[in-house]
Nanobody, 123 residues
Framework: QVQLIESGGGLVQAGGSLRLSCVLS????????MGWFRQVPGKEREFVAA????????DYKDSVKGRFTISRDNAANTVYLQMNSLKPEDTAVYFCAASGFAVATISSDYDYWGQGTQVTVSS
């Protein structure tokens, strides 16, 4: 049984930083493309970033390029999202997810999801 457990969310002022972590258990971590999505109430879940170990590729939502960095530690079965220069519009519940596709930037590409962690950026 695959489990994804996120951590690292919280309240931060605009311009601040947070690092989210997500640990996968129950499967071979390195086989998956790992992604981060976010969702605010009343809106669809949106893609934030993804990293594929197999093809050495990272993808980002345009509005987070240059501010967010996705990385992974296969030995620790963990994917990270370093978020810098945070803005109030980054406020959302952030979810990590695992996909069997080499390139995965939409939610339907993903097979497994975490429970989410709240990120709140105050102005």
């Amino acid at each position: 049984q695959v489990q994804l457990i996120e951590s690292g969310g919280g309240l931060v002022q605009a311009g601040g930083s947070l690092r989210l972590s997500c640990v996968l258990s129950g499967r071979t971590f390195s086989a998956y493309t790992m992604g981060w999505f976010r969702q605010v109430p009343g809106k669809e879940r949106e893609f934030v970033a993804a990293i594929s170990w197999r093809i050495g590729r990272m993808d980002y939502k345009d509005s987070v390029k240059g501010r967010f960095t996705i990385s992974r530690d296969n030995a620790a079965n963990t994917v990270y999202l370093q978020m810098n220069s945070l803005k109030p519009e980054d406020t959302a519940v952030y979810f990590c997810a695992a996909s069997g596709f080499a390139v995965a930037t939409i939610s339907s590409d993903y097979d497994y999801w975490g429970q989410g962690t709240q990120v709140t950026v105050s102005s």
